[in-house]
């Protein structure tokens, strides 16, 4: 496994390098390197294709989905995802901006642009999109925290006797709703869910809450479909890049890292002999990768793959 020292003295563009200095090496923010280095991811290209569609609002038009009536290439969870995903935080002006937005619609003051689906207890959903998007950037958000915390109890109440009990689950989850019964009930499987309640949860319900999701069969909805137990046979696909994008989501769980031995293992036996990771030029999905500016020489590409991982070791390993 190449080590750090190794990977800087290589050519390194300016996302990936930026992420290596703030996630792993870790510089302080007022480290000059890591604000120059900064200065140019945020004139980069990558962020640059996002930006350039961000409306006044500070939106992106509609939030969650997409519809043959959208103005926009891109929905607003869609652009923040590549945002964060590119080195860019709640310092940064586009970042403030959607945030704004996201905090106007906990507040009432706003509504989103989006159709509003007739099965679920739509408000009940959007209002949990947006409070994970917003707790991704701020932790002490006290408007998303509310939201967080109603799951929370929903959650731990489901799993107070060890494994999850599906009935406890429903009583919970409508007493603290108070969602219409009439409504589809929202699963705990799911991006969402998942994501909000990191940091959330006592020790315990945590390790029970993720224990339960590495071992379902349907994995995490919205990131990846299939147990987390199995590991994909083919590295090189873009169903490897979602299968670890599913870790980098359980790995905001610092308690529970026990969890993780057979990843770990798993992701270090993937390593190739000069040292790098390299996923295969099909995991370009312009979410996850490219982060370099180009991947026409494959040294780049290996670079990306190995920050991205090297990243959630880190995580994982410290």
């Known amino acids: ?3 750090i020292d190794e990977l800087m003295k290589n050519n390194i563009d300016p996302i990936p390098k930026y992420l290596i200095l703030r996630d792993i090496i870790k510089l302080e923010k007022d480290n000059p390197i890591l604000q120059n280095t900064k200065k140019e991811v945020l004139l980069s290209k990558w962020v640059l294709d996002i930006v350039n569609h961000q409306w006044n609002d500070g939106s992106f038009g509609q939030f969650h989905s997409l519809s043959q009536y959208s103005s926009s290439p891109i929905t607003t969870e869609q652009a923040l995802r590549r945002l964060l995903i590119l080195g860019l935080d709640k310092e940064d002006e586009p970042i403030q901006k959607v945030l704004h937005y996201m905090e106007r619609y906990l507040l009432g003051e706003i509504d989103l642009r989006d159709y509003k689906e007739k099965k679920h207890d739509w408000s009940l959903l959007t209002r949990l999109f947006v409070s994970t998007w917003i707790l991704k950037i701020d932790k002490t958000n006290s408007h998303a925290l509310k939201i967080a915390e109603n799951w929370a109890k929903i959650v731990s109440y489901a799993f107070i006797n060890g494994d999850f009990d599906e009935k406890s689950y429903k009583e919970a989850y409508y007493e603290v709703h ?6 589809y009930m929202w699963g705990l499987k799911n991006f969402y ?3 909000i309640l990191s940091g959330i949860l006592s020790e315990v319900i945590s390790s029970r809450f993720i224990n339960y999701i590495i071992k379902s069969n349907n994995g995490i909805y919205y990131v990846y479909d ?8 083919e590295f090189k696909s873009k169903l490897t890049s979602r299968f670890i994008h599913a870790y980098e989501v359980l790995s905001d769980y ?4 026990k969890e993780f031995k057979g990843f770990v293992k798993w992701i270090k036996a993937q390593v190739l002999s000069d ?4 996923m295969g030029q099909n995991v370009k999905d312009k979410v996850q990768f490219p982060l370099s500016r180009s991947w026409r020489k494959p040294l780049y590409r290996k ?3 190995t920050v991205r991982i090297q990243r959630i070791l880190y995580k994982i390993l410290k």
């Open 1 to 3: 496994m190449i080590s």
């Open 178 to 183: 108070q969602s219409d019964r009439k409504k």
């Open 193 to 195: 869910v998942v994501s």
């Open 226 to 233: 299939r147990c987390l137990n199995h590991y994909p046979k």
């Open 254 to 257: 610092p308690s529970v890292k």
């Open 275 to 278: 040292g790098f990771w390299d």
């Open 303 to 305: 670079i990306d793959c």
